[in-house]
């Protein structure tokens, strides 16, 4: 079992440009989370992705958006990139349905994609 | 809403000495808990979690977590550190029955001194 994956493991961009970052998830999980860690703090909630649709969202603007496919694999994009957007995105899969029980309500993270923007 | 506060930012031990690492948690509703570790450069590894049942929870590398509902708090603890225990850490809480957010506390630094 690979666990989770995510890809590029690093990037740097430019302020102002675009860009897509990739997670496949764990094999047997068809939730996909985001996560952003700035450097010295802990993992802030992005948006959650379930049956291919956005199911919860964090405090961020529009220009963080996502998408997840019918293989359960999912993108960040993040549009307009800002000084501020420089961190770790972490991605997590679980088995769980948002709000139901019977998954087994552990998340496991990929080792995420560095994004340095300058 | 929830929220996760680690007490210490920074600690520092001996090598072989016990080590606590503090977790107080706010939430309106039932929650799960977890610690997470966190290695330079890497992603987070699930050390423990607490579900239900038995407050004494164990988990990897010979960590353990005590769940007290009455005073909040989730503390993890170790007898006995190694040098390769040096790391991040984080605690972190999620809604029951599953399937939200998790809200992760700001990581304590625990670093092994020889």
């Known amino acids: 079992d690979a666990g989770v994956t995510q890809s590029p493991t690093h990037l740097i961009k430019t302020r102002g440009q675009q860009v897509t970052l990739r997670c496949s998830p764990k094999s047997g999980h068809d939730t996909v989370s985001w996560y952003q860690q700035a450097l010295g703090q802990g993992p802030q909630f992005i948006f959650q992705y379930y049956e291919e649709e956005e199911r919860q969202r964090g405090n961020f603007p529009d220009r963080f958006s996502g998408h997840q496919f019918p293989n359960y694999s999912s993108e960040l994009n993040v549009n307009a990139l800002l000084l501020g957007d420089s961190a770790l995105y972490l991605c997590a899969s679980s088995d769980d349905r948002p709000g139901f029980s019977g998954g087994t309500d552990t998340q496991y993270f990929g080792p995420g994609t560095r994004l340095t923007v300058l | 809403a929830q929220s996760v506060t680690q007490l210490d930012s920074q600690v520092p031990v001996f090598e072989e000495a016990p080590v606590e690492l503090r977790c107080n948690y706010s939430s309106s509703v039932s929650v799960y808990l977890f610690w997470y570790v966190q290695y330079p450069n890497q992603g987070l590894q699930l050390l423990l979690k607490y579900l239900s049942g038995s407050t004494l929870v164990k988990g990897i590398n010979g960590f353990e977590a005590e769940f007290n509902k009455s005073q909040t708090s989730f503390h993890l603890r170790k007898p006995s550190v190694h040098i390769s225990d040096t790391a991040e850490y984080f605690c972190?809480?999620?809604?029951?029955?599953?399937?939200?957010?998790?809200?992760f506390g700001a990581g304590t630094r625990l670093f092994v001194k020889a």
């Open positions: 972190a809480v999620t809604q029951r029955p599953g399937g939200f957010k998790t809200i």
